[in-house]
């Protein structure tokens, strides 16, 4: 109790103010809406800043857009069909499989003269097409790939004997192995 009564006696030799609190003398409410102030006004700021950037990136993204410029589609490709089917053995040494293939061959443009090329040359053509499906075994031919690759291998040689144009593709129009 002594040390209750020093307590009070130090307290009136103050004057009788009461002591300085640490919040420079701001009562509690007016420190929680100071803080609130703060979070709201921190809160708008970080929205505007967002929303400033996103416009811009969207600007940005719209004028690269507008930059595309579409491609107009190809012009169709002129096609010689072969008159006759092939029917070739495979290269299978166990089993004996053919295949039996429709092709058509295509070039760009109206090329008269490659496509009178492409007549005197048939019998060169067919025997070119038969060699070479001739060469391959069933499980060559199976995949998609492996057809794209038999296609892009007949054309590569195709166009080595050409001299007034060159073949652009090659269309399997029926390809049957068995």
Request: aromatic residues 6%; charged residues 25%.
């Amino acid at each position: 109790m002594a040390a209750d009564e020093d307590d009070l006696k130090d307290d009136e030799a103050g004057d009788g103010k009461p002591e300085p609190k640490l919040g420079g003398g701001r009562s509690k409410i007016v420190t929680i809406l100071l803080w609130v102030a703060g979070a709201v006004v921190a809160v708008l700021m970080t929205v505007l800043i967002s929303y400033l950037v996103a416009k811009k990136v969207k600007t940005e993204a719209f004028k690269e857009e507008q930059n595309i410029v579409i491609a107009p589609a190809p012009l169709p490709l002129s096609n010689y069909h072969f008159p006759d089917e092939f029917r070739v053995n495979t290269a299978d040494t166990a089993e004996s499989h053919y295949i039996q293939v429709s092709i058509t061959l295509a070039y760009e443009g109206e090329n008269k003269n490659l496509e009178t090329e492409l007549n005197a040359r048939q019998s060169q053509m067919k025997h070119i097409i038969n060699i070479i499906l001739g060469g391959k075994t069933m499980d060559q031919l199976v995949t998609p790939l492996q057809k794209i690759n038999l296609a892009e291998e007949i054309k590569s040689q195709i166009n080595m004997i050409l001299r007034d144009g060159k073949i652009v593709d090659v269309y399997f129009d029926q390809i049957v192995i068995s």
